[in-house]
């Protein structure tokens, strides 16, 4: 599986960006997919994920983003989205897709099976 991330870049707070992540392959609907980021001179976070279609779609959130971000995927498409809504500086970070072959989520990076490049999302105050 390739992920492409994408969709990335400056708004100030308080504003909204949509990042994609397009997979490729034709079992895309069978993999839990997770977003996650990392600030400059910190650790990946997990932000969300939301698991495969076998697992319920249920989605899942850091609480850091909830309420304020929302995963979703289609899969005709191959695609997951991450709608980031009320952005603030501490937002700001390279934000990372990532495909697992899960039963369910996992907040941790090391589940994941695949790595998208990332796409920068970058908050202005």
């Known amino acids: 599986v390739q992920l492409q991330a994408s969709g990335g870049g400056l708004v100030q707070a308080g504003g909204s960006l949509r990042l994609s992540c397009a997979a490729s392959?034709?079992?895309?609907?069978?993999?839990?997919m997770g977003w996650f980021r990392q600030a400059p001179g910190k650790e990946r976070e997990f932000v969300a994920a939301?698991?495969?279609?076998?697992?319920?779609?249920?989605?899942y959130y850091a609480d850091s983003v909830k309420g304020r971000f929302t995963i979703s995927r289609d899969n005709a498409k191959n695609t997951v989205y991450l709608q980031m809504n009320s952005l603030k500086a501490e937002d700001t970070a390279v934000y990372y897709c990532?495909?697992?072959?899960?039963?369910?989520?996992?907040?941790?990076?090391?589940?994941?099976?695949?790595w998208g490049q990332g796409t920068l999302v970058t908050v202005s105050s």
């Open positions: 939301i698991n495969w279609s076998g697992g319920g779609g249920s989605a």
């Open positions: 392959g034709r079992t895309f609907s069978s993999y839990t």
């Open positions: 990532a495909a697992g072959a899960l039963v369910t989520y996992s907040a941790r990076g090391e589940h994941y099976d695949y």
